[in-house]
């Protein structure tokens, strides 16, 4: 047995601190690594003991032996943690389950089979030398099978990485670099291993230095942000975001979709991404999107689904690249729908559910302006009559309970396309379009009989009220103003004719 040199000490050093860092992973687990982690770090620390066991020396055949067969199994370990995790970052984790991990160590065990008989151990080592800084061992030609079959996992991760270093986002594409430049020695030193396999100079480094990275990793996991979650990339983006995304050829020639486009947009919703490309756009949307508006300009279009779409376009094409339009849509029904409710209860009356004055004020101009020799419009103002005398009588209470029932007996006589607005505490103005004087003057009289009907109870005699109406018809140049000053003219003489009747 040799005296241990700084190299064995340090490895010794490196290998518990990476015990310690795989129990804390146990105790506290955390990110989607943590299983192809845990294969790493103790493969890499089981590794470094083992050939440090080695390079220190001392021990007998047998011990050797054993400690061959935990080198390559925990080195193995190494290599199906590596990959494991290349393929989560590179967002193939989908390919690996507990079957095929089992099956994918298949080849470790397969070399402890051949170590343990003795007839087939030759193939594995061919024999230990023993010197005096250490104990060498001489590989037979099934561990270099076994070498190349790691390194060819190894070609593996590094491709695998470098994608998802250059697919990346900014922001995490330095973490990756670190991350790869701090395995890259153990990777160079496993090169000169295999190169030098006589000495024993290079069995202990690759171990040693592949621990160090893992420490130094596990260190920035909590200093950089992006070793903290895995690589996001544009493509990882499109397919996750809710927006839908449509790329496109300057001839409308669709080139790539995502998921979200394919639901907003298609108007067949089982079609997949692999029957879009190449497609036209107007063959896969909905009619009313088959027309795209011009670069940085938006479209809002309602859908035969129902559904309010809007899609911003954007040229992408002016910096040299290929030319190609990028469609984004967002689905904003419910946003739309909302908006239409927020505008429809701020033209409301709260109480009656009738529409206020602003919403005359912004209307009754159109109204006025469409009339002409083959369109009729009239209105109805009515009014309460000595509603005053309700209020101090019976109380406010009661007062309100008379105006919501008016109103609704008022909204019982529009016609069609009508509206009901309460311009007062006590008056209510009837838009009725397609409607004659004499019609109008006939809804006034409806209105005044049933109104006439109501009764509301009391602790003694019900309460029982009448409307008086006026009636104007609106003629061809004549203003909203005018309009509203015709009819309130002929309810002032309705009222001073003796209130409830209809006056035009």
């Excluded at 051949?114 to 087939?120: F, G, H, I, N």
């Excluded at 005359?360 to 469409?370: G, I, W």
């Excluded at 009764?455 to 005699?461: D, K, S, V």
């Amino acid at each position: 047995m040799s005296t241990p040199t700084p190299l064995d000490l340090l490895a010794i050093a490196a290998s518990c601190l990476v015990l310690e860092q795989l129990l804390e992973l146990f105790l506290r687990p955390r990110g989607v690594l943590r299983g192809p982690l845990s294969f790493a770090l103790g493969g890499a620390a089981v590794w470094t003991l083992a050939a440090t066991a080695v390079d220190i020396g001392g021990l007998s055949t047998s011990g050797v032996l054993v400690l061959a067969a935990v080198q390559m199994v925990s080195s193995w370990a190494v290599v199906l943690g590596g990959t494991w995790m290349a393929l989560i970052i590179s967002y193939r984790g989908h390919l690996v389950d507990p079957y095929l991990l089992a099956l994918a160590c298949t080849p470790a065990v397969a070399m402890v089979g051949l170590l343990a008989t003795q007839p087939t151990r030759p193939l594995v080592v061919t024999r230990i030398v023993g010197t005096a800084a250490g104990s060498v061992i001489q590989w037979g030609p099934a561990f270099w099978a076994f070498t190349l079959a790691a390194g060819a996992l190894v070609g593996v991760i590094c491709a695998l990485a470098v994608g998802a270093t250059v697919a990346t986002v900014r922001g995490q594409r330095r973490a990756m670099v670190i991350v790869m430049l701090l395995v890259a020695p153990a990777g160079v030193s496993w090169a000169f291993f295999v190169a030098d396999p006589v000495s024993g100079r290079w069995s202990l480094v690759p171990p040693l230095l592949l621990s160090l990275a893992l420490l130094i990793w596990a260190h920035l996991h909590h200093r950089l942000p992006g070793l903290a979650h895995l690589p996001i990339t544009a493509v990882r983006v499109m397919r996750e975001v809710q927006s839908g995304v449509v790329v496109l050829t300057p001839e409308l020639i669709v080139l790539e979709t995502n998921a979200a486009a394919r639901a907003m947009l298609c108007a067949s919703t089982c079609l997949q991404e692999d029957d879009l490309v190449g497609r036209p756009w107007r063959e896969i949307v909905d009619p009313v999107l088959a027309i795209l508006p011009g670069g940085g300009r938006t479209l809002t279009a309602t859908t035969e689904r129902g559904r309010v779409l809007e899609l911003m376009v954007e040229d992408v094409g002016g910096d040299g690249t290929l030319p190609a339009l990028v469609v984004a849509a967002s689905d904003v029904t419910e946003l739309s729908e909302l908006r239409a409710h927020l505008a429809d209860q701020a033209t409301r009356d709260p109480m009656t559910g009738a529409r206020n004055r602003r919403f005359l004020d912004a209307r009754l101009p159109s109204f006025v302006a469409a009339v002409d020799r083959n369109h009729d419009m009239s209105v109805l103002m009515l009014d309460i009559d000595l509603f005053k005398l309700v209020n101090d009588l019976h109380g406010h209470a009661m007062g309100d309970r008379v105006v919501i029932a008016i109103a609704e007996e008022a909204a019982a006589a529009l016609p069609p396309g009508g509206e009901l607005v309460r311009t007062g505490g006590d008056e209510f103005l009837l838009l009725l379009p397609d409607t004659d004087e004499v019609a109008a003057a006939q809804t006034g009289d409806l209105v005044r009989r049933r109104c006439a009907q109501l009764q509301f109870a009391t602790h003694g005699p019900p309460v029982r009220v009448t409307v008086s109406a006026g009636v104007a018809h609106c003629l061809p140049g004549m203003s909203a103003d005018d309009l509203l000053s015709a009819v309130d003219r002929a309810l002032y003489r309705a009222k001073d004719a003796g209130r409830d009747m209809t006056h035009a």
